[in-house]
């Protein structure tokens, strides 16, 4: 009996010495787990103040987006909306964006998935999401899609949807509410900064040091629907208070160079340097617009901000852009418009560029508009049904970044569509395309049935480019003449590269002293990494006996022309 009990206490004792040590283990591995991470932590925030982090740099008129040291050209494509919130739809894309020679993908990560409780953050998706582009060569432009994605609030969490009290809603104009997060909400602006602080902390943490996300776009599509502006209680309060003074010192301070629209409207309600916001732009809609505009802008910004302070990445807001003839309210009124830059940039300073979503034809006109006062140039999403050939043109003649096709993963044939042969020269033209960009040597030119000729000049000569199908000769597609076009690289004097497609050259001096000028030379070719390999000399029927130089509109292709002068 003694023995028993004396046997049970020694069990009891070794089980309680057993579940200890077990306890310890645990908390030296816990301890142990934490540790790492905190060195990796502070090594990677090390990387960020030692290395620089990507940024952008100027080099003459263009912004490069400088990663690890060196300019990144974005051949870039944006996933459709829901691709990246499942793994395993995710898994046959990759290949596919490889295929179509991407080097960036543009990519959700949504604020519902994130942070499904309020406070608990998951970032399991985005970490696994960030380890297979690296693993398939992949940068990423991260698309934080939270407060509003295309003006709704579609991607807010659950618990935010449901407390309509606590995180308000923007109301119409007969006051009834939208699944829009209202703006004049502290409450709903400091839920999304601090989320989105918390993914960029994360981000941070790590990829600090690799840099494979390399830009943030800050929500998506902003702009306010039907109405032109939010009429919720808050907004109709704001309405009437004065116009901030934020807002009149860099409207007096930028008078010269406020955008036309702006300027008209201070300037028709008489340059008041204070007063309501209808007494300093009018009554109408620009002015609804103007005001939402402002307070769109200063939300972001404080989002921005608290992003940046975990983090400091190159951030941007993209626009729904204006169907014709359109009222603010039918387009998403107030988004980070051409009209509307000046009201952005005051307002949302943390913001680096404005961009455009492109779904119209007018491709050039919008590029056009939004290449203003140092804007950098980057198209975060066109239809996928524009041809490539946009691409040659924004990067040769705005310094685009880069270009990304919407839904990508949904383009056929990856191996053979346009994206395929557009992007594969772009490859390959990159670095002479980066060293080139900002510095007036290289232009680049679009066609199409509106615009068939361009003329360039580039030092001593000017290049009469025209549309393929103004060439007697040139095959013919079937339906909708094609929209064609490239760009022209200046290497010394005489020589050129010329790229793109469907296109028929020829050239003339820049002076009329009556020089000639003829072709000595034009080879076919490719560059492997960045050095020219001449494939065929074209001086016979291809370049129609020295007449012209001629890009077929069936392929995309890269020429060397080599010009001469006579008299
Ligand atoms: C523009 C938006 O920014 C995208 O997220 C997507 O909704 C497309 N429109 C659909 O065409």
């Known amino acids: 009996m003694k023995n028993n009990i004396i046997r049970e206490i020694h069990f009891f004792i070794t089980d309680i010495k057993g579940k200890v040590i077990t306890l310890a283990y645990r908390y030296i591995k816990i301890c142990f787990i934490s540790l790492c991470v905190s060195f990796f932590a502070i090594q990677s925030i090390h990387a960020q103040s030692n290395s620089a982090l990507p940024h952008f740099k100027k080099q003459g008129t263009a912004t490069q987006l400088i990663v690890h040291g060196k300019p990144l050209l974005m051949l870039g494509g944006e996933l459709g909306n829901s691709s990246a919130s499942d793994l395993k739809y995710m898994a046959p894309i990759w290949q596919k964006l490889k295929a179509m020679h991407l080097n960036t993908i543009l990519m959700p990560i949504y604020w519902e998935l994130i942070e499904p409780q309020e406070g608990k953050y998951d970032f399991k998706l985005v970490d696994s999401l960030i380890y297979l582009a690296r693993k398939n060569d992949l940068k990423i432009v991260v698309l934080w899609f939270a407060s509003w994605k295309n003006s709704m609030s579609c991607y807010a969490p659950y618990w935010v949807k449901i407390k309509q009290k606590r995180f308000p809603r923007s109301r119409t104009k007969d006051g009834k509410a939208v699944e829009i997060l209202t703006p004049f909400s502290d409450e709903n602006r400091n839920a999304d900064a601090k989320a989105f602080a918390s993914l960029m902390k994360h981000l941070h943490i790590i990829d600090g040091k690799q840099n494979t996300i390399v830009m943030i776009q800050v929500e998506n599509e902003i702009g306010m629907i039907p109405d032109a502006r939010d009429y919720c209680i808050e907004a109709e309060e704001a309405f009437t208070r004065e116009v901030p003074s934020e807002l009149m010192t860099y409207l007096h301070k930028n008078k010269e160079s406020l955008t036309e629209e702006l300027r008209q409207a201070w300037n028709n309600a008489g340059m008041k340097t204070s007063g309501t916001w209808e007494e300093v732009f009018g009554k109408g809609l620009h002015t609804d617009e103007i005001f939402m505009a402002w307070y769109f802008a200063k939300y972001t910004d404080y989002i921005a901000e608290a992003g940046k302070k975990e983090y400091i990445l190159p951030m941007y807001v993209n626009a729904a852009l204006i169907r014709p003839n359109y009222k603010p309210g039918q387009y998403p009124s107030a988004g980070p418009l051409p009209h509307l830059m000046d009201v952005w940039r ?53 310094n685009s970044m880069g270009y990304s096709p919407f839904s990508i993963e949904n383009a056929g044939n990856p191996e053979s569509n346009q994206f395929n042969k557009g992007y594969n020269v772009l490859h390959q033209l990159t670095p002479l395309i980066l060293d ?31 549309h393929e199908y103004t060439w007697p000769y040139a ?14 690289i200046k ?77």
């Open 475 to 488: 095959a013919r597609a079937e339906g909708e003449t094609p929209r064609f076009g490239g760009m022209i």
């Open 346 to 398: 005051a307002g949302a300073p943390q913001i680096d560029f404005l961009a455009p979503n492109i779904y119209f034809k007018n491709f050039s006109e919008w590029l056009g508009k939004y290449n203003r006062a140092g804007n950098p140039i980057f198209i975060p999403e066109i239809s996928r049904l524009q041809s490539v050939t946009n691409a040659f043109f924004a990067v040769a003649h705005h």
């Open 491 to 567: 290497i010394t004097e005489d020589e050129f590269y010329i790229a793109g497609s469907g296109v028929v050259i020829t050239f003339q001096s820049s002076s009329d002293d009556g020089t000639i000028v003829g072709i000595a030379n034009i080879d076919g070719g490719t560059f492997a990494k960045g050095k020219w390999i001449a494939g065929r000399r074209l001086n016979g029927d291809e370049d129609h006996q020295g007449r012209h130089m001629h890009l077929s509109g069936r392929e995309y292709g890269i020429q060397k022309v080599k010009l001469y002068k006579y008299k």
């Open 436 to 466: 080139h960009q900002g510095k007036g040597n290289m232009a680049g030119f679009l066609l199409d049935s509106a615009a068939q000729t361009a003329q360039i000049t580039l030092g001593e000569y000017t290049f009469n480019v025209k």
